[in-house]
């Protein structure tokens, strides 16, 4: 069997289609017949060149779901029930966190682990097929997979990366019940961190993000109010943000932008003694200066980093996704579907903010 998949050849390369042999499995490894695999900002990114110690070419979409097509050996889920050929999984995108090192042990962060490899990211061709954008993918030994009562696969993906990445911010926001939360940022993540903040007990959620289309998926997904930043300079926006909070600014601002300005602004926007988390700066977009008097200090703020997710957000995930309340939320967020064929017409309307959620459809 030959295996198709998008291939990124290298940086600012187009797209193209290859195949590829069937790749010999070893034990415990098992091969994916991938239903959906999502198109992300960072799928944007690997084709910019804007990441480093990526293995060009490679096979994009760290996130996946579809069916076990072949199982070799012993593969169990995290219950220890054994996962069989015809089982709907997704799977953990980071593979081979070492739980040995320092950062595993000491510093419990083990998404700072030295060891990681990401699928679609940091494994490239020469790994084998090893990234969503392909109608089957390896999976290797070790990777973590998780079952998806079926139906469920489209709804999860929706979420996508966007999902577990939102998790681990809110989580890392210690989001208290009453608080007014401030989503900067109104794309995948951005839309995420709203039903979660409101999952978490926000009892005011706000947004502030372009194009209008997607602040209006943002108001269907809960957000209270929405206010769009290419309508109004930053000014406009403070005031915006004080109407809303009784002069004080937010709670708790989480910046899902990409964008280095809104770090600053989300420092700015949230309340003196309140708590911000940078999630969306997973791209080095540069460098922005602010005074740490005006911004951080006298204002007694909390700002937080936030990298990437572990398996516990991931897990977490997907029963959020999967529960028939909590989970319907993310069914409101607009998806477009693209053929492998047109996977560069799918980054290409990601990078341009054309669609709300784009996912690559190989079968």
């Known amino acids: ?145 998780i079952r998806l009562r079926r139906g469920l696969q489209r709804r999860f993906m929706a979420g996508g990366c966007s999902l577990p990445t939102a998790l681990h911010a809110v989580e890392r926001a210690e989001i208290r019940p009453g608080d007014t939360v401030l989503a900067l940022g109104s794309g995948p993540v951005g839309l995420s961190t709203i039903i979660l903040a409101r999952l978490a007990g926000a009892l005011r959620v706000l947004c502030i993000g372009a194009p209008s289309g997607r602040l209006e ?71 922005v200066s602010f005074n740490p008097h005006l911004d951080l200090n006298r204002k007694h703020l909390e700002l937080r980093g936030c990298w990437g997710s572990d398996f516990s957000h991931f897990h977490r995930a997907v029963e959020i996704a999967s529960d028939p309340v909590a989970g319907r939320s993310w069914e409101s967020i607009a998806v477009t579907e693209f053929p492998l064929e047109q996977a560069q017409q799918a980054l290409d309307q990601v990078a341009r903010g054309l669609v709300v959620k784009a996912l690559i459809r190989p079968q």
């Open 217 to 287: 998926v943002a108001r269907q997904v809960g957000a209270d109010a929405v206010c769009n930043w290419e309508e109004h300079d930053e000014a406009t926006r403070w005031d915006w943000i004080r109407e809303h909070t009784q002069g004080r600014g937010a709670d708790v601002t989480i910046e899902a932008t990409g964008r280095p300005e809104a770090v600053v602004q989300a420092m700015r926007w949230t309340r003196d003694a309140g708590r911000a988390v940078i999630v969306g700066q997973y791209t080095d977009h540069g460098t």
């Open 1 to 145: 069997m030959k295996i198709t998949a998008a291939v990124i050849p290298a940086p600012n390369q187009p797209v193209r289609i290859e195949e590829f042999p069937e790749p010999e499995l070893d034990a415990g490894g098992a091969l994916l017949r991938v239903d959906y695999s999502e198109v992300c900002g960072t799928d944007v990114s690997l084709q910019q060149g804007r990441l480093e110690g990526v293995p060009y070419p490679l096979v994009p979409g760290h996130v996946a779901a579809g069916r076990l097509a072949k199982v070799r050996g012993e593969l169990l889920d995290v219950r220890g029930e054994p996962l069989s050929e015809g089982d709907s999984v997704t799977f953990l995108d980071v593979h081979r966190t070492c739980h040995a090192c320092w950062y595993c042990l000491v510093a419990k962060a083990s998404t700072r682990c030295p060891r990681r490899k990401v699928y679609g990211i940091t494994y490239g061709v020469a790994d084998g097929p090893s990234g969503g954008w392909a109608d089957h993918l390896y999976l290797k030994p070790g990777t973590h997979c």
